[in-house]
């Protein structure tokens, strides 16, 4: 047996059974679980990147579960869309796990095992959603996922429990309307392998059954992604989940249900179903415009920066299902790059809110007062993934935001290009506002002196010269010059753990590298995502 | 009317998910949501299995009518009998397995939306929706 062939369901095996191992070795050492998920995550990622090298060489991967043939058997399909997001989730998944660790020591300390075990099952489902090639075996994969992520998200404090029971509520529906969708494919097509149901359902686009099931499919996704109109359970159930939990559940959840929009549009239908025969997408762009500007201005209404971010993601998934219904090569080019810099950037925010709860015990606003002093690494990344948003250059966001822009011009959308535009200026506002209160107020507790504003703001702005995003290439030597130069008793560093630190400056760097590569991201991955025949 | 009798498995499950849909969203007692959530999910399933029946049909295993009197030729014949089935006569299994697989799924949904509701009750001492959510404002 060749180990190679059989990697591409390793991708599974390994989380799984590494669940059943935690859960295991849990019952009498909590302290094995974080070096096994950092083990499993790891090798995950190193599979994956090794897949999607194998998909750009050699094209397109067909796995068949114990060798039955496709449409009787399940089938992995990898093919360029889902390698690039297979790396991804390793990607997050991995470094959200390092990054977990003193936060599950310090939220659960008697939980230890229980939280890996699944956290790793909650990759295990993402992983499968993405790599299968099965109508059915994607359904019980996403409620693998679901399921999960409701027992992470009820671990929380406050309202954790019952924002975990209305997502249960929600996320169950939106489960059932795909499951409808699916059997209404089923009793059509008679398969659920999704290359054959593309075959067969090319003769039956004209029936009500098959619409309907689209639609079903459809909303059913858009439930689990939390598209605008139904987007009511995300906010809550990120906000108030763990820090350990949501700053990889935010990154991650929703993309891979944008994934599987994607790919039931153009893999089990096709692209001239979805844009000739189904033909909403000016309906469906609308939605995507009021889901972006909704989730800005929600977002601009909040004074929790957790909660802020959650509506951030709305808008964000707002850009996403908007670029793939653009109906044109650069609006998907957009809104697939867009999955792959979104869940960085989100993953980085909410690195940066998990960081700041641990160290000031809160999230809203006034707690961020004056942490350019203290944290200037952690706020150092904070700046890079808030100019990400914007779309300010040389960061990934400006990037995808910029294929989306140029799609919207070529269909035409200019409503769908004027939101994007909004969107980064309200984007601007919030970060800015942040910005400000992170730079250049007294951090929080300290009585603001009448000497410092009598200054004219010059003594807050004097550690800033060393701790703004400069620093990153310094050392604490720098800093101490700081010191030497002005009297003022200014507090000391008091930045994160490394174990939080590492993974956070990682990701914001990847952030620049990402936006950086975004020429040869394009040419040798995401060009191939776009079905062929689109203008 | 016609339309009501000839597909009345489908205006069933119709009408049950429409009773699960409404109680998962108008009741405000979290128990009676969740009775909710297993109607609606009971009826995919009551969709799935209808589809796979068939009149006159029986269960889906290979009859072979003349058994062979030892070991030898058992396989051969079973490959013979194979060929000649008649599908008509078998109900099909597969949306059957598909909602064994599916009733696992709600199964583990039922249960962990209880364990949340347990931990509910524990701490807010009640489990109407609008009393929990003024003991937490």
Redo the contacts between chains.
Sequence with gaps: MNIVEQLPVLLLVIPLLTALVISLTGVFSQRSAFPLTVISTGLVLVIAAWTLARVTTDGVIHYRLGGWPPPFGIEYVVDHLNALVLVVIAFVGFLAAIYSKQHVVEEMPAKISQFYTLYVLLITGLLGITITGDA?NL??LL?ISA?TS??LI?IGK??A??S??NY??MG??GA?FY??GV?HL??MGGSLNMPDLQGILVNLYGTDAIQVAFVLILVGVWVKMAFFPVHGWLPNAYTYAPSATSCMMAPLMTKVSVYVMIRVMFSVYSPSFTFETFAMHTEIVWLAVAAILGGSLLALAQTNFKKMLTYLIVAEVGYMVGGVWLANRLGITGAVLHIVNDALMTLCLFFVAGIVLFKVKGCRFEDLRGLFRTMPFTMAAFTVAALSMIGVPPTCGFFSKYYLIMGAIEAGEWVYMGALIVSSLVNAVLFFRVIELAFFDAPRGEPVVAAAVGQGGQAPAAPEDHGGPAEADRDAAGEHGGHGHDEQVVEPIDEAPPSMLVPLIVVAAALIVVGLCTGEIVDSIVQFTVPAGLP | MDVVIAKYNYWIYILLMMIGLYAMIAKRNLVKKIIGMNIFQTAIILFYVSIGAKRDATIPIIEHHSPAPDGAGHGHELAEAAHSVDPNLYVNPLPHVLMLTAIVVSVATLGVALAIVIKLFRKYGTLEEDEILEQIR
């Design positions: 059915f359904y019980v409620e399921l409701y027992a009820a406050d309202r429990l019952l975990s029971f249960l509520i169950t529906i059932c499951l409808l059997g089923y009793i």
